[in-house]
T-cell receptor, first 114, second 111 residues
Framework: EPEVTQTPSHQVTQMGQEVILRCVPI?????FYWYRQILGQKVEFLVS????????KSEIFDDQFSVERPDGSNFTLKIRSTKLEDSAMYFC????????????FGQGTRLTVV | KNQVEQSPQSLIILEGKNCTLQ??????????LRWYKQDTGRGPVSLTI?????NTKSNGRYTATLDADTKQSSLHITASQLSDSASYIC??????????FGGGTRVLVKP
């Protein structure tokens, strides 16, 4: 069964460093999303991406964040200068059709900023 | 502000028993409501997705209901199994792309 894959599963980085979280969405999907979940809290929407551009972003997704689909298969989330409060589980999701339909989530990348 | 509230926060049930989880939302305009199962440290996995016109939807031993008038949904688990131990998250989609997540109900099934 096709699935969304994320790498790495766990990343530890020093405060102020840049990190890139990688996702390979399901191959025929066109809609891509990043979510995050701070330990013990709700999952929060970060950004959606369609047709090579951001279609919606939350207030969390500030100038420190960026997304890219560099090669038609990968979908990346970059955090330019990590802060302690960026520590969270980051989930990538993809969907075949519009946002009203099913979104399939990856297993997540646990980011720890020290 | 769009919000999704779930109850109870956690519950323990014996294997083989049934349970019902509740979800109340104040998301507008409503597009659809989803229930996800999330194992610890894993990504959410979809159980059901319901639109405004759907009152009930089943997926195996999981049955979701939706009352769009009162903005309530429930997830009923029948004949629980040990593998049902997980967090169950109610997620509501409004206009646009964003999903609003509830805090989840943590279910523990004991033998």
């Amino acid at each position: 069964e096709p699935e969304v894959t994320q790498t790495p599963s766990h990343q530890v980085t020093q405060m102020g460093q840049e990190v890139i979280l990688r996702c390979v969405p399901i191959s025929n999907h066109l809609y891509f999303y990043w979510y995050r979940q701070i330990l013990g809290q709700k999952v929060e929407f970060l950004v959606s991406f369609y047709n090579n551009e951001i279609s919606e972003k939350s207030e969390i997704f500030d100038d420190q964040f960026s997304v890219e689909r560099p090669d038609g298969s990968n979908f990346t989330l970059k955090i330019r200068s990590t802060k302690l409060e960026d520590s969270a589980m980051y989930f990538c999701a993809s969907g075949a059709q519009g946002p009203a339909t099913e979104a399939f989530f990856g297993q997540g990348t646990r980011l720890t900023v020290v | 502000k769009n919000q999704v509230e779930q109850s109870p926060q956690s519950l323990i049930i014996l294997e083989g028993k049934n349970c019902t989880l509740q979800c109340n939302y104040t998301v507008s305009p409503f597009s659809n409501l989803r229930w996800y199962k999330q194992d610890t440290g894993r990504g959410p996995v979809s159980l059901t997705i319901m639109t405004f016109s759907e009152n009930t939807k089943s997926n195996g031993r999981y049955t979701a209901t939706l009352d769009a008038d009162t903005k309530q949904s429930s997830l009923h688990i029948t004949a629980s199994q040990l593998s049902d131990s997980a967090s169950y998250i109610c997620v509501v989609k409004a206009a646009g792309n964003k999903l609003t997540f509830g805090g989840g109900t943590r279910v523990l099934v004991k033998p």
